[in-house]
Nanobody, 122 residues
Framework: QVQLVESGGGLVQAGASLRLSCAASGGTFRNYAMGWFRQGPGKEREIVAAISRSSNPYYADSVKGRFTISRDNAKNTVYLQMNSLKPEDTAVYYC????????????????WGQGTQVTVSS
């Protein structure tokens, strides 16, 4: 059973940066594509970024040019570097893992972390 634990969230001002980390255990990390999702107040969960097993990235249009996803298979960790944060980035951010082809569809992710809160003040 794969377990995912997110860290790195917090309260920052608009324009600041944060780096989220997601540590995986209990499985073979390099076999999974990984994604970051978020759910803001009163909103549905949406994909933010994802990275394939071969480290090809995907970004939602809303974060392109500001966020960077990366993975370190030696550390069983996926990262989300978030720059130029905006108040609309405020959400609970979730890490997820999948072992089927594709990157975008949330329902196809098998493993989920508990989430970490990111709050961006204006």
């Amino acid at each position: 059973q794969v377990q995912l634990v997110e860290s790195g969230g917090g309260l920052v001002q608009a324009g600041a940066s944060l780096r989220l980390s997601c540590a995986a255990s209990g499985g073979t990390f390099r076999n999974y594509a990984m994604g970051w999702f978020r759910q803001g107040p009163g909103k549905e969960r949406e994909i933010v970024a994802a990275i394939s097993r071969s480290s090809n990235p995907y970004y939602a249009d809303s974060v392109k040019g500001r966020f960077t996803i990366s993975r370190d298979n030696a550390k069983n960790t996926v990262y989300l570097q978030m720059n130029s944060l905006k108040p609309e980035d405020t959400a609970v951010y979730y890490c997820a893992g999948r072992d089927v082809p594709g990157l975008v569809v949330a329902s196809q992710y098998r493993y989920w972390g508990q989430g970490t809160q990111v709050t961006v003040s204006s």
